[in-house]
């Protein structure tokens, strides 16, 4: 299969910790990256590979893997991180294709 | 530090082609190990790849477009380009430009940067 699923919407209270998730068969074989989108604005890459942070990108951000399952994990979550997250990775039957999940609005509370 | 910028028309009517361009400021877009891509998102919607080119040449595109997109490259200009043909109200969308990386041990791609985005209307 070559689609990743999330949650469409997914809410945290201030400073409490949120995992947003991701699920699909390519992420047996491919680390996901995840992107945050706020209104108007471009897509900015947040966490990349096994569990890498871009430059400028808090450490409050993590990702982790299991499984056909990636996991973006937000921990003390503050209000600037209300967005839409995406998760992306390569289609696993080796046709170098891209896919991205769905979305996930988050929403702090 | 690599900025993407993407520059077209805004306004395109069924049935023609939609012509962006994505100017790389930074880099040079020959330099190994990136791939070149467009991403679009429609109204209130998620994210669409559409396609991407090597530095080399090679091109992929989404199965679901494949049949009207061509990206190609200009390296002397910096510049990479997307072409899609016989556009229709669907094609109206946020288009963006993005560099692509890879790592093949482990497996992980990744896009960064990308352009701010401009907005295509397909109407008459």
């Known amino acids: 299969s070559s689609e990743l699923t999330q949650d469409p919407a997914v809410s945290v209270a201030l400073g409490q910790t949120v995992r947003i998730t991701c699920q699909g068969d390519?992420?047996?074989?491919?680390?996901a990256s995840w992107y945050q989108q706020k209104p108007g604005q471009a897509p900015v890459l947040v966490i990349y590979g096994k569990n890498n942070r871009p430059s400028g990108i808090p450490d409050r951000f993590s990702g982790s893997s299991s499984g056909n399952t990636a996991s973006l994990t937000i921990t003390g979550a503050q209000a600037e991180d209300e967005a839409d997250y995406y998760c992306?990775?390569?289609?696993?039957?080796?046709?170098?294709?891209?896919?991205f999940g769905g979305g996930t609005k988050l929403t702090v509370l | 530090q690599v900025q993407l910028q993407e520059s077209g028309p805004g306004l395109v009517k069924p049935s023609q082609t939609l012509s962006l361009t994505c100017t790389v400021s930074?880099?040079?877009?020959?330099?190994?190990?990136?791939?070149w891509s467009w991403i679009r998102q429609h109204p209130g919607k998620g994210l669409e790849w559409i396609g991407y080119i090597y530095y080399s040449g090679s091109t992929y595109y989404n199965p679901s477009l494949k049949s009207r997109v061509t990206i190609s490259v200009d390296t002397s200009k910096n510049q990479f380009s997307l072409k899609l043909s016989s556009v229709t109200a669907a094609d109206t969308a946020v288009y963006y430009c993005?560099?692509?990386?890879?790592?093949?041990?482990?497996?992980?791609?990744?896009?960064?940067?990308w352009g701010q985005g401009t907005l295509v209307t397909v109407s008459s």
């Open positions: 390519s992420l047996r074989s491919y680390y």
């Open positions: 930074g880099g040079s877009i020959s330099s190994g190990g990136y791939y």
């Open positions: 992306n990775s390569r289609d696993s039957s080796g046709n170098h294709f891209v896919v």
């Open positions: 993005a560099r692509g990386a890879e790592r093949l041990v482990p497996k992980e791609n990744w896009f960064d940067p």
